[in-house]
């Protein structure tokens, strides 16, 4: 808000001139005003209302919060819109920020019935909330808009926009168009594409309900409020020809396609407006003129004005000269449009410390840490009782990649397990997962076996059914298993899951675990970690002791934590044990964890590494742990450890994700640090694979020491 404010009043000195006269009255609404000028009905002021609270919703989304599936936030989502299901939401940098829902119910009050034959698409954006919107704001110069043509007239040569959000509206559509057209694409019958925006998400909202009209969706309703200028006359004239300025506003019609809400006093509307300076910027049609004071929230019915010209002075909001600035409150105004737009809040205040923004009872991962907990237990439940029969029978019943690394039957069923229980609980998020089902499928000996494990582990674990699902067919099995083909990314939801991380230990009954992560935007913010033979208290290689299986969950700023993995059903993190890193420096304090297998990290490159740290010769070999798969990301995040080695075998090896997201978060979120061989932060959004080099994590008090000394020793 602070930045919106800072706008203003830098927008404000920017207005040395006025196309309109100065007026210190309010300007009221005549009752004898042209025929242009009417007062809405009372469905169009009900659908207001709707409009500005799907709007609202928009602001849900930060830095530490999100809309949660289905539709869940904190103002109410899930009350006032229960049949809504939350397709996607983003946040970043270069666009503005938003989210699409569908709905094939009726979201409005004033028409009650429950269900409607259409399906609609949502798509709200919100307003100005970062150094890099109010750049976008600011980039005031116009540049030349042009459209396909495809199913609009063409928009002549002399149409121009404003350049920042011209090139905001570019970015936003990269991000969201492949989620827009594939929810345009999949209805039954009838459909109404709903773009609403506020502030700078009413520009975008703007241009993007142009683009889609072009693309011939034209069952479009296109609702901004709050909406600054956008081009100039020549844009504008077109834009008003192509979006039915000449019709009168009416639901379920789609003769007017687009309704700018103003406020009288709300100086944003007018921006940018001083001709000499902005390539004459010119005022739009289809306005709904709010004629309230700005203390009122939600103005009455009689004070809602359809105005269908935007050259009549009653109906824009006029000059606001700089000595006005202390008369009105400029950011109040501008938010008020039927209620008091984006005091959606994460729960606490603090924007730039993350840690302490959330705690174990409102983090907005609930329903995401049940379903990834009871899914991960199931499945380390089932690759436990294998791995234990492997052991004792010597009939590994394995597979062979074309790269040669063992796969069992139990990477199949524990993948087929965890992707099933996302894909029913969060059907548009995608899985990158380590399996594909076509060996599965070549064997029928090998599908047996997977299906009977599955219904074995079902059995015993029948209680999870309500939140994991369950698989009752061998073609459910490999569509399941088949869920995990997503290439992952920077943008966007998906799961990284590893079914069985240290297949060896797996086969020879060590250590070995289960691993998924919940990744945003190229982000860790969720991980769980199942690891079936882990001794709660590992000392050294020889000394293990305590409870055996240990459940490892972290969620972005709310903490890491342990519980026992075979204890049955889900444990709410506040019945957890929180778990942290120590903070030791001095190297005869220090223990390492590095992998078991040579093939897997340079073990000479690590000893040196050691050496040059300072351990002692006759030491080091007490104070190393090795231990296969994500378990040793488990053991440094609890304490019991403080650096962790993986050293490329080759320049040209890249690692696997899922080797490594679960663990990432783990180890942050209990005061640890973790990057590359050059003390990089490890990218989650590359794709399948991280795009660096090895993998070193500590206690923040040593990590850049130790990222110092690897340096020393690679180069």
């Known amino acids: 808000m602070f930045l919106l404010t800072l706008l203003l009043l830098c927008l404000s000195i920017l207005q040395t001139s006025s196309s309109f006269p100065i007026d210190d009255t309010d300007h009221q609404i005549e009752i004898n005003a042209p025929d242009y000028i009417t007062p809405v009905d009372d469905e169009i002021y009900s659908n207001l209302y709707t409009y500005a609270h799907l709007i609202d919703i928009s602001y849900c989304i930060s830095e530490v919060n999100r809309i949660r599936e289905p539709f869940n936030c904190n103002i109410n989502c899930e009350k006032r819109f229960p049949n809504v299901s939350l397709v996607y939401q983003w946040y970043f940098d270069d666009s503005v920020t938003g989210y699409i829902a569908t709905t094939y119910s009726n979201i409005f009050n004033y028409n009650n019935t429950s269900n409607q034959a259409k399906k609609t698409i949502i798509v709200s954006l919100r307003g100005t909330r970062s150094i890099f919107d109010t750049m976008a704001d600011l980039k005031v110069d116009m540049i030349h808009f042009s459209n396909n043509g495809v199913n609009t007239p063409l928009c002549g040569f002399n149409c121009r926009v404003h350049r920042g959000f011209y090139n905001y509206?570019?970015?936003?559509?990269?991000?969201?168009?492949?989620?827009?057209?594939?929810?345009?694409?999949?209805?039954?019958?009838?459909?109404?594409?709903?773009?609403?925006?506020?502030?700078?998400?009413?520009?975008?909202?703007?241009l993007l309900g142009l683009y889609y009209l072009d693309l011939g969706y034209d069952k479009l309703s296109l609702v901004t409020m709050g909406q600054p200028l956008m081009g100039n006359k020549e844009f504008v004239d077109w834009a008003d020809a192509v979006l039915g300025s000449k019709y009168e506003a009416k639901h379920n019609n789609f003769d007017r396609k687009f309704l700018r809400v103003i406020h009288k006093n709300d100086i944003v509307t007018t921006?940018?407006?001083?001709?000499?300076?902005?390539?004459?910027?010119?005022?739009?049609?289809?306005?709904?003129?709010?004629?309230?004071?700005?203390?009122?929230?939600?103005?009455?019915?009689n004070e809602v004005f359809d105005c269908g010209s935007g050259t009549n002075n009653y109906c824009i909001a006029k000059d606001f000269p700089l000595l006005h600035i202390a008369k009105h409150n400029?950011?109040?105004?501008?938010?008020?449009?039927?209620?008091?737009?984006?005091?959606?809040?994460?729960?606490?205040?603090?924007?730039?410390?993350r840690y302490m923004t959330m705690s174990v009872a409102t983090h907005p991962y609930q329903k995401e840490l049940e379903v990834a907990t009871l899914a991960v237990k199931r499945a380390s439940l089932l690759t436990k009782q294998l791995s234990d029969s492997i052991v004792q029978t010597a009939k590994s019943g394995t597979l062979t990649?074309?790269?040669?690394?063992?796969?069992?039957?139990?990477?199949?069923?524990?993948?087929?397990?965890?992707?099933?229980?996302?894909?029913?609980?969060?059907?548009?998020?995608?899985?990158?997962?380590?399996?594909?089902?076509?060996?599965?499928?070549?064997?029928?000996?090998?599908?047996?076996?997977?299906?009977?494990?599955?219904?074995?582990i079902q059995k015993e674990t029948s209680s999870y059914d309500s939140v994991v699902g369950t698989l009752s067919d061998k073609e459910g099995i490999y569509k399941s298993i088949d869920f995990g083909d997503s290439q992952g990314g920077k943008r966007g939801r998906f799961w990284a899951l590893d079914p069985i991380d240290g297949t060896k230990g797996f086969l020879r009954g060590d250590q070995f675990a289960v691993c998924l992560a919940l990744i945003e935007d190229g982000k860790v913010v969720l991980g769980v970690i199942g690891c079936p033979n882990?001794?709660?208290?590992?000392?050294?290689?020889?000394?293990?002791?305590?409870?055996?299986?240990?459940?490892?969950?972290?969620?972005?700023?709310?903490?890491?934590?342990?519980?026992?993995?075979?204890?049955?059903?889900?444990?709410?993190?506040?019945?957890?044990?929180?778990?942290?890193?120590?903070?030791?420096?001095?190297?005869?304090?220090?223990?390492?964890?590095?992998?078991?297998?040579?093939?897997?990290?340079?073990?000479s490159t690590q000893a040196q590494i050691k050496q040059e740290f300072g351990f002692n010769p006759d030491t080091v070999s007490k104070q190393t742990i090795n231990l296969d798969s994500q378990v040793k990301y488990c053991v440094l995040a609890s304490g019991q450890a403080d650096i962790y080695l993986r050293l490329p075998i080759s320049d040209s090896y890249r690692e696997k994700i899922w080797d490594h997201a679960a663990g990432n978060v783990l180890i942050y979120e209990s005061g640890g640090?973790?990057?590359?061989?050059?003390?990089?932060?490890?990218?989650?959004?590359?794709?399948?694979?991280?795009?660096?080099?090895?993998?070193?994590?500590?206690n923040k008090e040593i990590f850049n020491k130790v990222i110092d000394t690897v340096k020393k020793v690679r180069n």
């Open 169 to 206: 509206f570019t970015t936003t559509l990269s991000v969201i168009h492949p989620y827009i057209i594939q929810e345009l694409q999949n209805h039954d019958g009838d459909y109404e594409l709903l773009i609403l925006g506020h502030s700078l998400g009413g520009s975008i909202a703007y």
């Open 271 to 301: 921006l940018p407006n001083d001709q000499s300076i902005f390539n004459r910027y010119h005022q739009f049609n289809n306005q709904i003129y709010l004629n309230c004071s700005e203390e009122d929230t939600r103005p009455t019915v």
């Open 330 to 353: 400029y950011l109040r105004i501008h938010i008020n449009y039927f209620r008091r737009m984006g005091f959606c809040r994460a729960p606490v205040k603090s924007y730039f410390n």
């Open 401 to 456: 990649k074309n790269d040669k690394s063992p796969v069992t039957i139990g990477d199949f069923a524990s993948q087929a397990i965890i992707n099933h229980a996302i894909k029913i609980n969060f059907p548009n998020d995608e899985i990158v997962g380590e399996e594909d089902s076509q060996e599965l499928q070549e064997s029928e000996s090998l599908a047996n076996q997977v299906f009977e494990l599955i219904q074995k």
């Open 534 to 603: 882990l001794a709660e208290h590992i000392v050294s290689n020889d000394e293990h002791s305590g409870t055996v299986g240990g459940l490892y969950s972290a969620i972005t700023g709310v903490g890491s934590y342990y519980s026992e993995l075979f204890k049955p059903g889900f444990i709410p993190l506040a019945q957890q044990k929180p778990i942290k890193m120590q903070s030791h420096t001095d190297p005869k304090d220090l223990k390492v964890v590095e992998g078991v297998e040579k093939g897997h990290s340079s073990h």
């Open 673 to 698: 640090q973790v990057g590359d061989v050059n003390g990089n932060a490890l990218d989650f959004g590359n794709g399948r694979t991280l795009d660096s080099q090895g993998v070193i994590a500590a």
